[in-house]
């Protein structure tokens, strides 16, 4: 069984913590990690980019916040700057070249 680490929202780099608390900081980026990239609830386009029912808009989303619903990302989203779809594109398309 793999036990999934938690990562960094910015860099992806794996983090040595258990708990997340509102000052928490990423210790490689400096990146808050008690904030809305770093959740698991987060979802661009939904209502306030969460899946949770909130109340208020939290308007900066890399910065750090009171949300008792915050739930640590288990793994890094794709910051290699690469998009998948073309990723999984050029993937597809080596598949049928000669």
């Known amino acids: 069984m ?8 910015k860099c992806g780099k794996p983090l040595s913590i258990d708990s997340v608390y ?3 900081t990423c210790p490689d980026c400096g990146a808050d990690l ?5 959740c698991s609830l987060y979802s661009p386009g939904s209502h306030y980019d969460c899946h949770e029912t909130i109340d208020e808009l939290v ?8 949300c008792d619903y915050f739930s640590m990302k288990k793994n890094a989203q794709n910051n290699s700057g690469i998009n998948p779809s073309q990723s999984a594109r050029s993937a597809f398309d080596a598949l049928f070249s000669n």
């Open 22 to 24: 509102r000052n928490s």
């Open 59 to 66: 308007s900066d989303k890399e910065r750090a916040n009171f």
């Open 2 to 9: 793999v036990k999934i680490k938690n990562m960094c929202w």
């Open 34 to 38: 008690h904030c809305c990239k770093g």
